[in-house]
């Protein structure tokens, strides 16, 4: 079966765009969760949606948002970019919160 | 706060066994996941310890202490195609993942 898809692969923006990030997870994974990946920080958790809801969110400005689709897509928005926000960005699916996360291969954003 | 700590690099020779070490401090335990990542790639799981012991799976074993808020993985017979990096994530009370740095693996000939 098809594994998690994201797009982009790779966005190059300017400080102060705003800036969408797809993902479609592994047919019948009705959870999502969102990460930050900067060299040297690890997977930085942005939040989880489980059915449309958002369950958990990280520590992340607001401008960073995200929302699910009836169909379990998601969808992560980050609004006015900064330099810092250059990272790749992981989508992961899985079955239930408490069960193996299954990775997208990530979407690369650089703001320049 | 929480806080998962692991090495941040380790070099092993090719055929040799290599043990990289996690040690968590979070709100509650739903189990820990080792995962590995080679670079410009997503994720992989590994291995689920949600009890204390030992799970073996090939070449690979993950060991868990709740008790002393410890895991390691255990890489046997290493080959080139391991060098990557090892990521340590302990789910939380919420189900939230928490996850280490990660370790990065050099595998020498």
């Known amino acids: 079966k098809a594994g998690v898809t994201q797009t982009p692969r790779y966005l190059i923006k300017t400080r102060g765009q705003q800036v969408t990030l797809s993902c479609s997870p592994i047919?019948?994974?009705?959870?999502v969760s969102w990460y930050q990946q900067t060299p040297g920080q690890g997977l930085q958790f942005l939040f989880e949606?489980?059915?449309?809801?958002?369950?958990n969110k990280g520590n992340f400005p607001g401008r960073f948002s995200g929302r699910q689709f009836s169909n379990s897509r998601s969808e992560m928005n980050v609004s006015t970019l900064e330099l810092g926000d250059s990272a790749l960005y992981l989508c992961?699916?899985?079955?239930?919160?408490?069960?193996?996360?299954?990775f997208g291969q990530g979407t690369r954003l650089t703001v320049v | 706060g929480q806080n998962i700590d692991q090495p941040t690099e380790m070099t092993a020779t090719e055929g040799a066994i290599v043990q990289i070490n996690c040690t968590y401090q979070t709100s509650g335990f739903n189990g820990l996941f080792w995962y590995q990542q080679h670079a410009g790639e997503a994720p992989t799981f590994l291995s689920y310890?949600?009890l204390d012991g030992l799970e073996e799976k090939g070449r690979f074993s993950s060991f868990l202490s709740r008790s002393k808020g410890y895991s390691y993985l255990l890489l046997k017979e290493l080959q080139m195609k391991d060098s990557a990096s090892y990521l340590c994530a302990v789910m939380d009370s919420n189900y939230q993942l928490i996850w280490g740095a990660g370790t990065k693996l050099i595998i020498k000939p």
């Open positions: 310890n949600v």
């Open positions: 949606y489980f059915s449309e809801t958002q369950r």
């Open positions: 047919s019948g994974h009705r959870s």
């Open positions: 992961a699916s899985s079955a239930q919160a408490d069960t193996e996360a299954f």
